[in-house]
């Protein structure tokens, strides 16, 4: 079965690969600054649906685990679970 974005095909243990010398660099410097993490900004107008936008969110990382990967030691592995997604309050 071919694997893509695509393909609803999930593979039964978690996705994981080595951290690159640049992702390492980029991880231990959290030890001299703020804490780095990927965050995501969406604008737009009207109501926001937070259980259609948790949906949504589940189906993009389904389809690319990478996107949830979380550092163990020296090695980036897919989290458990669903992604976390915070809706701030629109500004006034």
């Known amino acids: 079965m071919p694997l893509g974005p695509w393909s609803n095909h999930r593979l039964s243990h978690p996705f994981a690969r080595d951290c690159s010398p ?3 660099l980029y991880h231990h410097l959290q030890a001299v600054g703020d804490a780095v993490c990927m965050q995501f900004l969406i604008e737009g107008e009207g109501a926001l ?3 259609r936008l948790v949906e949504a969110v589940g189906r993009a990382t389904a389809a690319s685990p ?3 990967l979380r ?4 090695r980036l592995v897919e989290a458990a679970g669903p992604v976390p997604v915070q809706v701030a309050p629109a500004a006034a």
């Open 71 to 74: 550092l163990v030691g020296r």
């Open 49 to 51: 649906d937070r259980d």
């Open 66 to 68: 990478g996107a949830t």
């Open 22 to 24: 640049n992702e390492c």
